[in-house]
């Protein structure tokens, strides 16, 4: 049996794995595991801002409409974006994310969402074994994908944490370093509702410079470091690719770890 799944959904190289018939071919196949259980609905697709995102995106959206599933097109989401949907929208079947999370730019892949959270490693076996009688069973069709944009996950979303946040806050003067990526529009417009006074670096969407960040090393945010210092900011905040990962830096540019955050939150 085909082993597709890794840490974190399947990843691999954007030309040579994520080919137009294999995303084609997954997207039979996630449509086929939810019609097994009885999902009904539409489908939400998100992606990240990666230049073989869309065409991934195009190929594997096909294939679930192939299985006549009906698809509801995200646009750039967040990954929390595209987990939180299934649970304020309870009319989808399911959905999906394609992102390479923070890896090099050469690469992609694809995460799934069903049953109100990311599938379980008892449903990513379960999509291998459809994939192998699936695949390459139907040629991809041709012709242009016609489906129009809602970005209602960015939306559900939005509100979400404006409805969590415990405000009016202090006007803190924060720099968000969204590395090119999923949060580089959303967050700052969130933490300006709340009143903060917002800067941005790294936040282009057209990836005129793609940041393959690791949010678990202090390397990975040296500009953000400096540019608090700079500006004389209270903090900075540093996100990765497909916006589910997120470190801190202080008012002096000191990295603030992962362990350190999580700590925070537990107290």
């Not at 009143?195 to 990836?207: P, R």
């Not at 202090?218 to 400096?226: D, G, H, P, T």
Request: aromatic share 10%; proline share 3%; net charge positive.
């Amino acid at each position: 049996m085909t082993s597709l799944f890794g840490t974190s959904g399947i990843r691999g190289s954007a030309k040579e794995f994520f080919t137009n018939q294999f995303c084609f071919d997954i997207g039979r196949t996630f449509a086929k595991f939810l019609a097994k259980h009885k999902q009904k609905g539409k489908i939400a697709v998100g992606m990240d801002p990666r230049e073989s995102s869309p065409r991934i995106k195009r190929a594997f959206i096909l294939g679930l409409q192939e299985e006549g599933y009906k698809v509801s097109d995200q646009g750039i989401s967040p990954v929390p974006a595209m987990n939180y949907i299934l649970i304020a929208d309870h009319s989808l079947a399911g959905s999906a994310m394609i992102t390479g999370s923070h890896i090099q730019a050469d690469f992609n892949g694809i995460k799934f969402f069903a049953f109100r959270e990311e599938i379980l490693k008892k449903h990513e076996r379960e999509i291998e074994k459809i994939y192998e009688r699936v695949k390459n069973k139907v040629v991809l069709p041709k012709g242009k994908l016609r489906l129009k944009g809602e970005n209602r996950a960015l939306k559900f979303y939005k509100n979400l944490l404006l409805g969590l946040a415990n405000s009016p806050y202090p006007r803190w003067k924060v720099i968000i370093d969204g590395g090119n990526g999923c949060q580089s529009k959303m967050m700052p417009e969130v933490l300006r509702r709340l009143g903060l006074e917002v800067k941005t670096i790294n936040c282009n969407l057209k990836l005129e410079k793609f940041v393959p960040r690791d949010t678990e090393t202090e390397e990975a945010v040296k500009e953000l470091q400096e540019k608090v210092k700079k500006e004389k900011a209270d903090f900075g905040i540093a996100f990765d690719m497909d916006g589910d990962r997120v470190v801190f830096v202080d008012e002096k540019g000191n990295f603030i770890a992962g362990d350190y955050i999580g700590a925070l939150i537990a107290k």
